[in-house]
């Protein structure tokens, strides 16, 4: 028979119980960054320095911490279910878990591209990336981070995705940021659904929805046990 189909999705929250600062709440990144200074085609144009040192910072953090339970529990869903992590994180947490199919909407902190040729995507070794450190083509790298008012070109790959999905759990997004928001949507009427958030995110209009308000390393841990037995 073949194996049923959870698609996760996570945010932020998931990685919070690692000792990652999310974005919105109470004192999140947002609170203390702007994002036009930071996070965006323009800011790198205006101050590249700033926009490294920003994204250095958050990258020292991730190799610093450490992935959680939720991260782990994940991986132990699949032994009985083909699972595909679909994360707004840029953070390597369910990667080091051990999570075998993890796609990065908004790209990964550990890499560093190309400002000629977007296909040219390296690792980045150790926390900093710098300005005058380039690529092949002796073109300046930028963090492999998607910034506000980019392309979220993961989403061609996760609609499928989704629209495949028995099972889909969502952990830890405010939903505040679309694309990514709107992943749910595609998800079969019928297909069950999670939301694990200890804050009450705005959610109307989605058939099959179980909301259980806690922290990640609490209920998802559960939830897992659950669907496995
Ligand atoms: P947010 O900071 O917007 O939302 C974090 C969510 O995690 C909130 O709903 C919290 O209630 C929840 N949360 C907090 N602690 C938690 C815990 N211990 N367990 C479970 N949930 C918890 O972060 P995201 O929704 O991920 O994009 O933000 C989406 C995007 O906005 C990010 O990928 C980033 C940001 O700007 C870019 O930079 C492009």
């Known amino acids: 028979m073949e194996m049923r189909r959870i698609v996760v999705l996570t945010g932020a929250g998931v990685s919070?119980?690692?000792g990652i600062k999310t974005f919105r709440d109470a004192d999140g990144l947002w609170e203390n960054y702007k994002i036009e200074d930071v996070a965006t085609p323009e800011a790198w144009k205006r101050n590249p320095s700033l926009v490294l040192d920003f994204y250095n910072q958050r990258r020292k953090k991730v190799l610093e911490v450490n992935?959680?339970?939720?991260h782990y529990s994940l991986v132990e869903l699949e032994k009985n279910f083909h699972v595909n992590i679909i994360t707004q994180n840029i953070d390597n947490l369910h990667e080091r878990a051990g999570s075998k199919n993890v796609l990065h909407l908004h790209g990964e902190i550990t890499k560093s591209r190309s400002t000629n040729n977007h296909k040219l995507i390296y690792p980045i070794e150790g926390w900093q990336l710098n300005i005058d450190e380039c690529c092949e083509l002796g073109s300046q790298l930028r963090p492999h981070i998607v910034w506000f008012?980019?392309?979220v070109p993961e989403m061609e790959n996760s609609i499928p995705l989704v629209q495949m999905a028995d099972i889909v759990i969502v952990i830890g997004t405010s939903l505040a940021v679309y694309p990514a928001a709107g992943l749910i949507m595609y998800a079969k009427k019928d297909a069950e659904k999670f939301l694990i958030d200890p804050a009450s995110v705005p959610y109307d209009r989605i058939f099959n929805l179980r909301i259980i308000r806690d922290t990640a390393c609490k209920a998802v841990p559960q939830?897992?046990?659950d669907l496995l037995k």
């Open 16 to 18: 919070a119980e690692s």
């Open 67 to 70: 992935p959680n339970a939720a």
């Open 149 to 151: 008012g980019e392309q």
């Open 223 to 225: 939830l897992v046990n």
